[in-house]
């Protein structure tokens, strides 16, 4: 018989009562793709030892739409906790996961949002130890909103958003704004001709590469929501510091520069998800993209400004045609539900 007809499998209320329906639903799919011996043990809460200086973050998923050309809901929630410990110079190594899951989601997206959830978290090593479900009625939850909090072992002392110092150099990883621009696309229901994606990706395996040799990292800090400009400003603000910036040393894509043009955005206002900031000596700016070069040399890392005593709290944006303005902190939501 065939099956062109047949209904998909989907989430019922009965998978969040805490019965039968439910225990098969966590055995099945999230002890399965999540397995290891911390989970396994099925406890109410995970028993870990730890010791030495702890890095601790939780964050809350709610993208729209699930599914965005270079990633899910499930590879960002992953990659967002993990890079917000990696950026503190933390070794990611635990996480929580908490599904809520609206009644009637498709069992075969939740499966396909799992196993991207493992497979980004063989990247950093990090492992699921507890978690945590949920099922509302329908219409109460948008199909599936995600909270994951993680922990890591702080690997090097200093890194903080108070501790820029007078000369030294701005980097960032790679091109900014391709998680906001490809959400829009995805949103909107744009047909571009373009192989535009999101950067969303995790971080740690090229901050690793830098903590291991032995850079002085004054500051780090993943550019997500309010993209460069929000992060540059945190920094200004916090660290007492004036902050300069050459328009033309920031890298963006062809793409994202037209999706800017087409909606009236900033691309510095962009949210990412797999790029970068460094605050560091200046002396150790090359030694720093030579590694991050290698590391992934299709991004291209750049030194894009300076720390400077000059407009102390304030960010300056250096235009190609030699004017300068302030880089303020966005203003409103360009962009709701972006991760």
């Known amino acids: 018989m065939s099956n062109i007809n047949k209904k998909p499998e989907v989430i019922q209320l009965s998978h969040g009562g805490g019965g039968q329906e439910t225990n098969t639903l966590i055995k099945s799919l999230f002890f399965s793709a999540f397995d290891n011996p911390i989970l396994n043990n099925d406890e109410d809460a995970a028993r870990l030892q730890l010791s030495g200086d702890t890095a601790f973050t939780t964050d809350s998923f709610t993208v729209s739409p699930l599914f965005f050309a270079g990633g899910d809901i499930g590879k960002l929630a992953i990659a967002g906790t993990v890079n917000d ?63 994951t909090s993680g922990i890591g072992h702080i690997q090097v002392d200093g890194v903080s958003v108070n501790n820029l110092k007078l000369g030294d150099v701005i980097i960032v990883s790679r091109d900014i704004g391709r998680h906001g621009a490809a959400i829009l696309m995805a949103r909107e229901g744009l047909t571009l001709e373009t192989t535009l994606i999101s950067d969303c990706a995790t971080l740690w395996p090229a901050i690793k590469c830098l903590i291991e040799a032995g850079l002085e990292l004054h500051a780090m800090r993943d550019a997500t929501r309010g993209g460069l400009s929000a992060v540059l400003n945190e920094w200004a603000i916090a660290s007492n510091v004036g902050i300069t910036v050459e328009e033309c040393a920031i890298p963006v894509c062809d793409e994202v520069k037209g999706l800017c043009e087409l909606y009236g955005f900033e691309p510095f206002d962009l949210a990412n998800e797999g790029t970068f900031l460094i605050a560091m000596p200046e002396a150790e700016a090359i030694k720093a993209l030579r590694i991050m070069h290698t590391f992934d040399s299709e991004a291209p890392a750049a030194i894009i400004g300076r720390v400077s005593e000059e407009r102390t709290g304030k960010v300056v944006l250096k235009t190609p045609w030699g004017s300068s303005r302030y880089l303020d902190l966005p203003q409103g939501e360009l962009l709701p539900r972006i991760c």
């Open 85 to 147: 410990l990696a950026v503190m110079g933390a070794k990611p190594e635990y996480l929580s996961c908490s599904f809520i899951i609206e009644e009637g989601f498709e069992l075969g997206k939740l499966k396909k949002i799992v196993r991207s959830m493992a497979n980004e978290m063989d990247k950093s090593g990090a492992k699921i130890v507890c978690g945590d479900t949920k099922v509302v009625p329908k219409g109460c939850a948008d199909g599936l909103l995600i909270n």
